[in-house]
């Protein structure tokens, strides 16, 4: 079992900036990519950024060239520095960790963004 801990979110006024944080403790061994998803009200649940263990990253193109996702290895922990934050990014963020087919969430943290 992987346990994912998320924090760093919070109230924010556009434009502005926050980085959440994921840290991931339990048999964390051979976890192939890490990644945040959002659920904002009334919405499914969407990729927002992931990395590989190698360093790749893909993201969605709602938060490219704003988000930027990072990866600490030996730590276990995965970044998402968010910059020139929208109100329409407003959502829970997701902690998300994938073992071959087997995926590991977190709880969320709420990330709200006032106009």
């Known amino acids: 079992q992987v346990q994912l801990v998320e924090s760093g979110g919070g109230l924010v006024q556009a434009g502005g900036s926050l980085r959440l944080s994921c840290a991931a403790s339990g048999s964390t061994f051979n976890i192939d990519a890490m990644a945040w998803y959002r659920q904002a009200p009334g919405k499914e649940r969407e990729l927002v950024a992931f990395?590989?263990?190698?360093?790749?990253?893909n993201y969605a193109d709602s938060v490219k060239g704003r988000f930027i996702i990072s990866r600490d290895n030996a730590k276990n922990i995965v970044y998402l520095q968010m910059n020139s934050l929208k109100p329409e990014d407003t959502a829970v963020y997701y902690c998300?960790?994938?073992?071959?087919?087997?995926?590991?969430w977190g709880k969320g943290t709420l990330v709200t963004v006032s106009s």
């Open positions: 998300n960790a994938a073992r071959s087919v087997i995926m590991y």
């Open positions: 990395i590989r263990t190698g360093g790749s990253t």
